[in-house]
């Protein structure tokens, strides 16, 4: 599998809808995505294979700091490394702009999402109780210094 990265555009916003719906409970609306994306902080980065967009992710920047606002990759490709691809995407990127760490939430039955972020040496820094309503569950809050 050879993978493309590039600047996630608003054309793609079908493709990353279907990926966002089947991914999440709650799944961001087409409207965040928009909103996001015409945001100067945030920076979004889409996969690609033999052309078709596969995955993105997200990430906000606050002065030194980075927040991993979503990562999705399409059902079919999951367990193929490349979730893995796009957080060493992100990671590249919160170096070369200087962040000092990155945070990010994660349910904290997400297990395969758990694991990933701990390779990539994110700690767990704390929960959030109710962050997630549907279904109600808490966050575990992770952050990773760059």
């Known amino acids: 599998m050879s993978f ?10 079908d493709k990353v ?13 087409r409207n965040s995505f928009e909103t996001a994306l015409d945001a100067e902080a945030n920076h979004f980065i889409a996969v690609e294979n033999e052309g078709t967009l596969i995955g993105y992710a997200g990430i906000g920047v606050a002065a030194d700091e980075g927040e991993l606002l979503t990562i999705a990759v399409e059902e079919k490709h999951r367990k193929k490394g490349v979730a893995s691809k796009l957080l060493e995407y992100v990671l590249i990127f919160a170096e070369e702009w200087g962040l000092w760490s990155i945070y990010l939430e994660v349910r904290v039955s997400n297990e395969a999402a758990l694991k990933l972020y701990r390779k ?27």
């Open 4 to 13: 493309r990265f590039r600047e996630l555009e608003k054309a793609d916003l």
């Open 17 to 29: 809808m279907e990926i966002e719906n089947a991914s999440f409970t709650e799944p961001w609306s």
């Open 120 to 146: 990539y040496n994110f700690d767990e820094i704390g929960k959030r109780k109710g962050y997630y309503t549907n279904p109600p569950e808490d966050a575990c809050l992770m952050q990773r210094v760059i």
